[in-house]
């Protein structure tokens, strides 16, 4: 079966190609090739020029797995598998490995779309946990528990979150993995934002690193900025979920592109030099972000983010927030990203800080509140 018609690729396929500055990507400004490969050091690069374009293997060039392993404290090469259609991939091996008629999910929420569409379309069913907004996108571990039933396989986490930019605790994140653990229930850890904190210290540990029934969901596409590579993977301890993971992506990529993969190779053997970059430009954006959000208390409201490229703040005008974000992008060229994406209804939109056009896209959208909203 199917899963339903993915919404945040319907809005970006209606939208990104009309306007001039897209204000809500997830994503920061892309790496150039170029001086990816200035990076490389002589092993990568004659593995590079080298290159043959034939099939690699399906669980991963060696070496790529060896240097994703580099992040982890207690998962090796053997325990990742490699997806060249990213983490969208890897998130679908997962629950497709994990879920089956009959059986259920719990949801962190609001969350990524490929965290949930695909499970109706498998039989199960889900449960959503809400992050409260109203005390920082704080995450009830009691209400994780209550949402626990005996057909739950899965437990589905996003942290750093996407949208809201929400970072629990260590020891909460810690206690999130051992209250799964204690009801038998697989934790599926969506990381594609990891090493985008802001504040020194607060990387959270790895969940593949905190259990054996634990998966960690990687990506190059957010903190590396390379989206375009499509090299995103899954770690785990749990051989039987690996083997059966590895198992259905013989019906999907069966391996990744042998460019992609010594590209993404070299990217993470100078992961510092990368994520640098990326954050700068987040740091850069956050602080025009939040001042723009304080000048304007009568039309926006948010909880400045702890990690990502991203926020989500809450529109305070009388006007639906779908049709705010159609006038800016029709008459201002601005996109914005509604929540219904996001199957909310709470008067708030996404906004991007991974985008070094981000100070323009914010002077058009003062002067639509000016034009519009003046009063």
């Known amino acids: 079966m ?71 404290t207690r998962t090796e ?17 997962v629950t497709n490995a994990l879920l089956g ?16 569409r695909v499970i109706p379309a498998l039989g199960a069913g889900f449960t959503t946990v809400r992050l409260d907004a109203d005390h920082g996108w704080r995450l009830d571990l009691d209400a994780v528990r209550a949402a626990f ?15 809201t930019g929400a970072l629990p605790s260590r020891a909460d994140f810690e206690a999130l993995i051992a209250l799964a653990a204690e009801a038998g229930v697989t934790v599926v850890s969506d990381e594609v934002y990891r090493y985008l904190e802001f504040e020194p210290g607060t990387t959270l540990p790895a969940a593949s690193d905190l259990g054996d029934h634990t998966v960690s969901i990687g990506v190059l596409s957010k903190a590396y900025a390379l989206a375009g590579l499509r090299v995103g993977w899954m770690a785990t301890r749990d051989k039987a979920l690996t083997r059966a993971a590895r198992g259905i992506k013989d019906y999907t990529t069966v391996c990744a592109s042998a460019p992609s993969e010594i590209l993404a190779l070299i990217a993470l053997r100078a992961r510092e030099q990368l994520v640098a ?10 602080v025009l972000a ?74 058009r959208l003062d002067d639509h509140l000016a034009r519009r909203y003046r009063s």
């Open 2 to 72: 199917i899963p339903q018609s993915c919404k945040i690729e319907q809005f970006f396929g209606q939208w990104e190609s009309s306007v001039t500055y897209v204000a809500c990507a997830s994503d920061v400004d892309s790496y150039r090739m170029r001086d990816l490969l200035d990076l490389a050091d002589p092993e990568a690069l004659a593995l590079w020029e080298g290159l043959e374009l034939g099939y690699t293997d399906p669980a991963g060039h060696p070496l790529l797995r060896e240097a994703i392993a580099g992040q982890y």
């Open 277 to 286: 970059r990326s954050r700068r430009i987040i740091l850069d954006n956050l």
């Open 290 to 363: 939040d001042a723009f959000v304080r000048r304007h208390p009568g039309a926006l409201a948010w909880e400045p983010p702890r990690a990502t490229p991203m926020g989500f703040p809450k529109l305070l005008l009388p006007v639906p927030v779908e049709d705010f974000v159609r006038d800016l992008a029709l008459e201002q060229g601005v996109l914005l990203l509604p929540d219904s994406v996001f199957d909310l209804d709470d008067q708030r939109f996404r906004i991007g800080l991974g985008r070094t056009v981000l100070p323009e896209a914010l002077e």
């Open 101 to 116: 008629p009959g059986d259920h999910a719990v949801v962190v929420w609001p969350a990524f779309e490929g965290l949930h």
């Open 149 to 163: 039933r005996a057909t739950t396989r899965a437990l589905f986490v996003n942290f750093p979150h996407n949208p």
């Open 77 to 93: 090469a053997d325990h990742v598998t490699v997806c060249g259609g990213g983490a969208v991939e890897a998130l679908f091996l």
